[in-house]
Nanobody, 121 residues
Framework: QLQLVESGGGLVQPGGSLRLRCAAP???????????MAWYRQAPGNERELVAR???????NYADSVKGRFTISRDNSRKTVDLQMSSLKPEDTGVYYC????????????WGRGTQVTVSA
Protein backbone atom coordinates (compact mmCIF):
# COMPACT_ATOMS: atom_id res chain seq x y z
CA GLN A 1 0.00 0.00 0.00
CA LEU A 2 1.32 3.39 -0.90
CA GLN A 3 1.98 5.51 2.16
CA LEU A 4 3.32 8.87 3.09
CA VAL A 5 5.98 8.93 5.81
CA GLU A 6 5.74 11.40 8.69
CA SER A 7 8.57 12.39 11.02
CA GLY A 8 9.41 15.03 13.61
CA GLY A 9 6.95 14.24 16.37
CA GLY A 10 7.91 14.06 20.02
CA LEU A 11 7.43 15.44 23.50
CA VAL A 12 7.55 19.20 23.94
CA GLN A 13 6.68 21.59 26.74
CA PRO A 14 3.81 24.05 26.42
CA GLY A 15 4.95 27.08 24.47
CA GLY A 16 7.52 25.07 22.57
CA SER A 17 7.88 24.31 18.88
CA LEU A 18 8.08 21.28 16.61
CA ARG A 19 8.46 20.82 12.89
CA LEU A 20 6.76 17.84 11.27
CA ARG A 21 7.76 16.55 7.87
CA CYS A 22 5.86 14.37 5.42
CA ALA A 23 7.66 12.60 2.60
CA ALA A 24 5.88 11.23 -0.45
CA PRO A 25 6.42 7.65 -1.63
CA UNK A 26 8.49 7.22 -4.77
CA UNK A 27 5.46 5.98 -6.66
CA UNK A 28 3.96 9.48 -6.75
CA UNK A 29 7.20 11.47 -7.08
CA UNK A 30 6.49 12.42 -10.67
CA UNK A 31 2.99 13.66 -9.85
CA UNK A 32 3.56 15.08 -6.37
CA UNK A 33 2.92 18.61 -7.57
CA UNK A 34 -0.66 17.81 -8.55
CA UNK A 35 -1.58 16.58 -5.08
CA UNK A 36 -3.24 18.74 -2.48
CA MET A 37 -1.52 18.03 0.84
CA ALA A 38 -2.80 18.26 4.37
CA TRP A 39 -2.08 17.48 8.01
CA TYR A 40 -4.74 15.97 10.23
CA ARG A 41 -4.58 15.06 13.89
CA GLN A 42 -6.43 12.75 16.21
CA ALA A 43 -6.49 13.04 19.97
CA PRO A 44 -7.52 10.09 22.16
CA GLY A 45 -11.28 9.71 22.11
CA ASN A 46 -11.70 12.28 19.36
CA GLU A 47 -12.31 12.08 15.64
CA ARG A 48 -9.58 12.88 13.18
CA GLU A 49 -9.63 16.59 12.33
CA LEU A 50 -8.07 18.76 9.66
CA VAL A 51 -5.23 20.90 10.96
CA ALA A 52 -3.87 22.53 7.79
CA ARG A 53 -4.05 22.12 4.04
CA UNK A 54 -1.96 23.39 1.14
CA UNK A 55 -3.17 23.08 -2.42
CA UNK A 56 -1.21 22.56 -5.61
CA UNK A 57 -1.43 26.32 -6.09
CA UNK A 58 -0.05 26.83 -2.56
CA UNK A 59 -3.28 28.20 -1.13
CA UNK A 60 -3.51 27.33 2.54
CA ASN A 61 -6.21 26.98 5.14
CA TYR A 62 -6.01 26.18 8.84
CA ALA A 63 -8.22 25.02 11.66
CA ASP A 64 -9.25 27.99 13.78
CA SER A 65 -7.50 26.47 16.77
CA VAL A 66 -4.07 26.63 15.11
CA LYS A 67 -4.28 29.85 13.08
CA GLY A 68 -1.33 32.11 13.79
CA ARG A 69 0.64 29.30 15.42
CA PHE A 70 1.06 26.65 12.70
CA THR A 71 2.41 27.05 9.18
CA ILE A 72 2.16 24.48 6.40
CA SER A 73 4.55 24.53 3.46
CA ARG A 74 5.50 22.27 0.57
CA ASP A 75 8.65 21.62 -1.43
CA ASN A 76 7.74 20.08 -4.76
CA SER A 77 11.39 19.46 -5.65
CA ARG A 78 11.92 17.37 -2.51
CA LYS A 79 8.37 15.93 -2.50
CA THR A 80 7.84 16.99 1.10
CA VAL A 81 5.33 18.91 3.17
CA ASP A 82 6.21 20.50 6.49
CA LEU A 83 4.10 21.65 9.40
CA GLN A 84 5.83 24.21 11.59
CA MET A 85 4.12 24.30 14.97
CA SER A 86 4.81 27.05 17.49
CA SER A 87 3.34 28.14 20.82
CA LEU A 88 2.20 24.58 21.35
CA LYS A 89 -0.57 23.86 23.84
CA PRO A 90 -1.52 20.66 25.64
CA GLU A 91 -4.63 20.46 23.47
CA ASP A 92 -2.38 20.11 20.41
CA THR A 93 -1.47 16.65 21.66
CA GLY A 94 -2.36 13.83 19.32
CA VAL A 95 -1.26 11.70 16.41
CA TYR A 96 -0.57 13.81 13.35
CA TYR A 97 -1.25 12.29 9.94
CA CYS A 98 -0.20 13.44 6.51
CA UNK A 99 -2.69 13.19 3.65
CA UNK A 100 -2.38 13.59 -0.11
CA UNK A 101 -5.14 13.69 -2.70
CA UNK A 102 -4.77 13.94 -6.45
CA UNK A 103 -6.44 17.19 -7.54
CA UNK A 104 -7.67 15.59 -10.78
CA UNK A 105 -8.95 12.36 -9.24
CA UNK A 106 -10.07 12.48 -5.62
CA UNK A 107 -10.19 8.68 -5.51
CA UNK A 108 -6.39 8.70 -5.52
CA UNK A 109 -5.49 9.56 -1.95
CA UNK A 110 -2.80 8.49 0.49
CA TRP A 111 -2.27 8.56 4.21
CA GLY A 112 0.72 8.17 6.46
CA ARG A 113 0.85 6.09 9.62
CA GLY A 114 1.10 9.16 11.83
CA THR A 115 3.56 10.69 14.24
CA GLN A 116 2.85 11.32 17.92
CA VAL A 117 2.99 14.85 19.28
CA THR A 118 2.72 15.28 23.03
CA VAL A 119 2.62 18.70 24.63
CA SER A 120 3.13 18.41 28.36
CA ALA A 121 5.07 19.94 31.20
Amino acid sequence: QLQLVESGGGLVQPGGSLRLRCAAPRSIFSVFSIHDMAWYRQAPGNERELVARITTGRSTNYADSVKGRFTISRDNSRKTVDLQMSSLKPEDTGVYYCHAVNRDNSALEYWGRGTQVTVSA
